[in-house]
């Protein structure tokens, strides 16, 4: 049998390739290994130990680490109301960000998959990935400049006699600043360009997987385009958004840099995490911020399910 | 049949272009109320457009499309009194049976425990009682085809529009459905606009039927109109099968030269010395092939200036091979009145 197979095969390749499709477990047990070795050794065992430094604390005087199980830090991290700050500021810019991304990209996404002919679809994707060729940081500060003070924005609104309506805006109490580049809305406009792209390529996969059928169905039935939109369209690209929002909630709970850059100087949690780690040595503190963010995902993922989201999968 | 005589459907010489496509091209004609009627054509002969004017989702490029006598050109799919079965279901994979049916009656704001009462009637109606709770996912393709009646039906449209609804059922199930939507359709008094490429259906369920042919309409009649007394080659050839004639098996047949069209299932195999009654006309010829069909035997005869096909009722039982053995001489005899002449083809 093997020879008969070797042979028409012509090479040791062939023999091989037979020997796999006889033996399903073995080829399975092959093509998993690699990815099973480096989720659960590389990637999990580090995130544990990680997280196991948490559990460890910090000598005040000598800042040496003790390496024994104790709750010092927690109870540390959690008694100082500065890292409540911390924690709600970066929870309520990561919310308004996903929003945001979620208003932006649904059109664009709608238009690209219902609307879009071949050529323009692929000029729209060309447009959306675009961004990610270049460094995020060449991208981050260019939007520095374009939102200082004498930047674009302002030199925009100047000569379109806009800037009384720029000062209103930025007057406004929490999100206004200096300028834009020195306010929450700044660090939230460049939040949502940095992040839209994996906001805008999940819901263009969950509506693709609607038929257009469906959607005349509901007009048949009597539903006008809002209510349609409303009973069956979002319902259906629920799981896209919220695909796209465990990408754009998560980047902005970990990020560092944005808020470093662009802003009120306020600290968000990857900012802390980064300084408490860096410049402190603080690693049991820094570990424990990162508790933070892999909490309220499994909050919000165990929320979003409740509530649904996952019934059109 | 309807009580004031306006049609539930009129087309007034309506076209739709898709860009240089014709998909529609001057169509005219009339739905009676309360009738089931159906547009029977091969793919891209303009029928499902048809279906989807009427519906909305396509608006004519010109003429005038009425429903009840109302011009419906510029009214969205939402503002009209027609409902759509479509070809593959579109039921709401998000809802449950339940929701799905009373879809169309949340819309229109009927209070809860109503509309759930008016959608468990409605499932019972199409013998899905007690299926309320489940998704559409875990239904058969004959479930999921109650359902999307059902979810149409119960919103008591005015017409309802069926767009090859049993395409994709196997052959068992389309028969107990056909019996099935006729029935519905007479319990409920609706007009049915029904679309299909499937003569059979159309033949087995119609009051009427239109033969579609590149955008166009080739043939309006009853089944048996539309059988016995084909308008055209392209009909006599698609609904149904024939035998095409012409020249010197024509001038035979026909008694005069033409183009004539005989069904294979009016024609008797006889022995060569069987005399001709009055009206009656004949053909000597020899058995090539036969081939067992159960029901029926096909048996392909040579004749002199062609070939022609009989279709017999398989009486004798077995395969029909000792009685109808290739080489065999026989006699084909037809009656005139069943040898239908055929305009030019345009």
Same mark, same amino acid.
């Given at each position: 049998?093997?020879?008969?197979?070797?042979?028409?095969?012509?090479?040791?390749?062939?023999?091989?390739?037979?020997?796999?499709?006889?033996?399903?477990?073995?080829?399975?047990?092959?093509?998993?290994?690699?990815?099973?070795?480096?989720?659960?050794?590389?990637?999990?065992?580090?995130?544990?130990?990680?997280?196991?430094?948490?559990?460890?604390?910090?000598?005040?005087?000598?800042?040496?680490?003790?390496?024994?199980?104790?709750?010092?830090?927690?109870?540390?991290?959690?008694?100082?109301?500065?890292?409540?700050?911390?924690?709600?500021?970066?929870?309520?810019?990561?919310?308004?960000?996903?929003?945001?991304?979620?208003?932006?990209?649904?059109?664009?996404?709608?238009?690209?998959?219902?609307?879009?002919?071949?050529?323009?679809?692929?000029?729209?994707?060309?447009?959306?990935?675009?961004?990610?060729?270049?460094?995020?940081?060449?991208?981050?500060?260019?939007?520095?400049?374009?939102?200082?003070?004498?930047?674009?924005?302002?030199?925009?609104?100047?000569?379109?006699?806009?800037?009384?309506?720029?000062?209103?805006?930025?007057?406004?109490?929490?999100?206004?600043?200096?300028?834009?580049?020195?306010?929450?809305?700044?660090?939230?406009?460049?939040?949502?360009?940095?992040?839209?792209?994996?906001?805008?390529?999940?819901?263009?996969?969950?509506?693709?997987?609607?038929?257009?059928?469906?959607?005349?169905?509901?007009?048949?039935?009597?539903?006008?385009?809002?209510?349609?939109?409303?009973?069956?369209?979002?319902?259906?690209?629920?799981?896209?958004?919220?695909?796209?929002?465990?990408?754009?909630?998560?980047?902005?709970?970990?990020?560092?840099?944005?808020?470093?850059?662009?802003?009120?100087?306020?600290?968000?949690?990857?900012?802390?995490?980064?300084?408490?780690?860096?410049?402190?040595?603080?690693?049991?503190?820094?570990?424990?911020?990162?508790?933070?963010?892999?909490?309220?995902?499994?909050?919000?993922?165990?929320?979003?399910?409740?509530?649904?989201?996952?019934?059109?999968? | 049949?309807?009580?004031?005589?306006?049609?539930?459907?009129?087309?007034?010489?309506?076209?739709?272009?898709?860009?240089?496509?014709?998909?529609?091209?001057?169509?005219?004609?009339?739905?009676?109320? *309360? /009738?089931?009627? $159906?547009?029977?054509? !091969?793919?891209?002969?303009?029928?499902? +457009?048809?279906?989807?004017?009427? #519906?909305? @989702?396509?608006?004519?490029?010109?003429?005038?499309?009425?429903?009840? *006598? /109302?011009?419906? $050109?510029?009214?969205? !799919?939402?503002?009209?009194?027609?409902? +759509?079965?479509?070809?593959?279901? #579109?039921? @709401?994979?998000?809802?449950?049976?339940?929701?799905?049916?009373?879809? *169309?009656?949340?819309?229109?704001?009927?209070?809860?425990?109503?509309?759930?009462?008016?959608?468990?009637?409605?499932?019972?109606?199409?013998?899905?009682?007690?299926?309320?709770?489940?998704?559409?996912?875990?239904?058969?393709?004959?479930?999921?085809?109650?359902?999307?009646?059902?979810?149409?039906?119960?919103?008591?449209?005015?017409?309802?529009?069926?767009?090859?609804?049993?395409?994709?059922?196997?052959?068992?199930?389309?028969?107990?459905?056909?019996?099935?939507?006729?029935?519905?359709?007479?319990?409920?008094?609706?007009?049915?606009?029904?679309?299909?490429?499937?003569?059979?259906?159309?033949?087995?369920?119609?009051?009427?039927?239109?033969?579609?042919?590149?955008?166009?309409?080739?043939?309006?009649?009853?089944?048996?109109?539309?059988?016995?007394?084909?308008?055209?080659?392209?009909?006599?050839?698609?609904?149904?099968?024939?035998?095409?004639?012409?020249?010197?098996?024509?001038?035979?047949?026909?008694?005069?030269?033409?183009?004539?069209?005989?069904?294979?299932?009016?024609?008797?195999?006889?022995?060569?010395?069987?005399?001709?009654?009055?009206?009656?006309?004949?053909?000597?010829?020899?058995?090539?092939?036969?081939?067992?069909?159960?029901?029926?035997?096909?048996?392909?005869?040579?004749?002199?200036?062609?070939?022609?096909?009989?279709?017999?009722?398989?009486?004798?039982?077995?395969?029909?091979?000792?009685?109808?053995?290739?080489?065999?001489?026989?006699?084909?005899?037809?009656?005139?009145?069943?040898?239908?002449?055929?305009?030019?083809?345009?």
């Amino acid at each position: 049998m093997t020879a008969l197979a070797a042979s028409r095969g012509g090479s040791a390749l062939a023999g091989l390739s037979t020997a796999l499709f006889r033996r399903p477990r073995l080829t399975l047990l092959l093509l998993l290994v690699p990815p099973l070795l480096w989720l659960g050794v590389i990637y999990l065992g580090s995130l544990f130990a990680l997280l196991a430094q948490s559990f460890f604390s910090i000598d005040e005087f000598s800042g040496v680490i003790i390496r024994e199980f104790s709750l010092a830090t927690y109870r540390e991290f959690l008694g100082n109301a500065a890292n409540w700050d911390i924690i709600l500021r970066t929870v309520v810019m990561a919310t308004a960000v996903t929003l945001g991304c979620t208003a932006i990209a649904f059109p664009i996404a709608y238009y690209m998959v219902r609307y879009a002919g071949m050529r323009m679809k692929g000029l729209l994707y060309l447009g959306v990935m675009l961004p990610l060729w270049s460094s995020y940081l060449v991208r981050v500060y260019s939007w520095k400049l374009i939102l200082a003070k004498e930047g674009i924005v302002s030199w925009f609104a100047a000569q379109l006699h806009l800037t009384w309506l720029l000062e209103a805006v930025l007057e406004l109490p929490v999100i206004g600043g200096p300028s834009l580049s020195i306010s929450y809305l700044g660090t939230f406009i460049v939040f949502v360009y940095i992040w839209l792209p994996f906001m805008i390529l999940p819901i263009i996969a969950a509506l693709e997987r609607v038929p257009a059928s469906v959607i005349e169905a509901s007009g048949d039935l009597g539903a006008t385009p809002g209510q349609t939109f409303r009973n069956v369209i979002f319902p259906l690209a629920m799981p896209g958004v919220v695909a796209g929002s465990i990408f754009t909630f998560s980047l902005t709970l970990g990020d560092y840099i944005i808020p470093g850059i662009i802003g009120q100087s306020t600290p968000f949690i990857g900012q802390a995490v980064y300084s408490h780690q860096g410049v402190a040595g603080n690693i049991p503190m820094a570990a424990a911020f990162t508790l933070v963010p892999i909490v309220v995902m499994g909050v919000y993922l165990s929320v979003a399910k409740r509530l649904g989201a996952f019934d059109a999968l | 049949m309807g009580g004031n005589g306006v049609p539930a459907v009129a087309f007034e010489a309506v076209s739709r272009l898709f860009g240089e496509v014709r998909a529609v091209d001057r169509v005219s004609f009339e739905i009676a109320d *309360g /009738e089931f009627f $159906s547009m029977l054509g !091969p793919s891209g002969s303009g029928k499902t +457009t048809c279906l989807r004017l009427i #519906a909305g @989702f396509e608006q004519p490029s010109s003429g005038r499309v009425l429903v009840h *006598g /109302e011009d419906v $050109s510029g009214v969205p !799919p939402y503002a009209r009194d027609v409902n +759509t079965v479509f070809q593959d279901y #579109a039921l @709401f994979p998000h809802m449950s049976v339940g929701e799905n049916v009373e879809y *169309g009656l949340m819309i229109r704001k009927v209070p809860r425990a109503d509309r759930q009462r008016q959608a468990e009637e409605m499932l019972a109606l199409v013998k899905l009682d007690g299926l309320y709770g489940r998704k559409p996912s875990q239904l058969s393709g004959g479930q999921r085809q109650r359902v999307a009646l059902a979810r149409a039906l119960v919103n008591h449209p005015r017409v309802l529009l069926l767009d090859e609804p049993l395409g994709a059922l196997d052959l068992k199930l389309r028969e107990n459905m056909q019996h099935e939507l006729k029935s519905i359709q007479r319990q409920v008094g609706i007009t049915f606009v029904y679309v299909t490429h499937d003569q059979g259906e159309a033949l087995a369920m119609s009051d009427r039927l239109a033969v579609f042919n590149h955008g166009r309409i080739e043939q309006i009649g009853t089944p048996a109109e539309v059988y016995d007394h084909p308008a055209s080659e392209f009909v006599a050839g698609f609904v149904g099968q024939t035998n095409l004639v012409d020249g010197y098996l024509g001038q035979r047949l026909g008694g005069f030269p033409g183009r004539y069209a005989v069904r294979p299932e009016r024609i008797r195999i006889t022995t060569p010395d069987t005399l001709p009654e009055g009206g009656v006309a004949i053909l000597d010829g020899v058995i090539r092939n036969t081939t067992y069909l159960g029901a029926t035997v096909r048996v392909v005869v040579a004749v002199e200036g062609g070939e022609i096909t009989v279709v017999e009722q398989n009486l004798q039982g077995g395969d029909g091979s000792a009685s109808r053995a290739s080489g065999t001489e026989v006699r084909l005899m037809v009656e005139r009145r069943h040898v239908q002449a055929l305009a030019e083809s345009a």
